[in-house]
């Protein structure tokens, strides 16, 4: 639990830094770090069956925390609402030799801060963590910032300037492969939903 409590406290740090040197995906990240971090006390707390009132505290102070960014979050969306928007090719799918159209970078990172809001606003809403379907939906949550980390950098820093929606597909398995099935039928569907976007 320690470890966990840790964890928490360095990643709002983090944030705290990251908001400072305006770096979004950083803070992402870190949102859905949180969010794992959570998950885990919630699992440690089930097996060793103890009480969830720790979690419950933790919670709360990390809302109070949280709720400070939301103000800046709204501030960027109108920023880049505001611009532009462009397309550009980015992904390729050689199943069939066609290139995907794709919206450029600034839509996902839209994209991206939205999920940033909805996991605090989740955050906000939750009572009691004594309940498996709220672990799952904070995995989920996670996995779901994650997967728009990993598509909006490749977008961002163009190191990759096509990528297979397959390879994208088989690296996001491998890093779900540890969660339960329930959790992890929830997040393939997101994550299906994401790419279908993407395919669009």
């Not at 159209?101 to 839509?107: D, R």
């Not at 491998?174 to 395919?199: G, V």
Request: glycine content about 4%; some cysteine; charged content about 25%.
């Amino acid at each position: 639990m320690d470890l966990y409590r840790k964890q928490i406290d360095d990643y709002l740090d983090d944030i705290s830094d990251g908001l400072l040197i305006g770096n979004p995906f950083n803070i992402a990240s870190l949102l859905a770090a949180i969010a794992s971090s959570f998950g885990g006390m919630v699992c440690y707390l089930s097996e060793t069956g103890s009480e969830y009132s720790e979690v419950n505290k933790r919670l709360t102070k990390t809302r109070i925390q949280l709720e400070q960014y939301r103000g800046t979050f709204k501030q960027l969306t109108k920023i880049f609402n505001n611009r532009p928007k462009q397309k550009e090719q980015l992904f390729s799918d050689e199943s069939n030799n066609n290139e995907i159209q794709v919206n450029e970078s600034i839509e996902l990172y839209i994209d991206l801060i939205k999920h940033c809001n909805e996991v605090i606003s989740f955050l906000a809403t939750v009572k009691d963590f004594g309940s498996k379907d709220y672990y799952s939906e904070i995995a989920t949550a996670a996995i779901l910032i994650k997967a728009s980390v990993q598509i909006s950098n490749l977008l961002v820093t163009k190191k990759i300037k096509y990528i297979k929606i397959e390879e994208l597909k088989t690296n996001y398995k491998r890093r779900t492969s540890t969660l339960s099935i329930d959790i992890t039928k929830t997040a393939d569907s997101i994550f299906n939903s994401i790419t279908r976007e993407i395919s669009s």
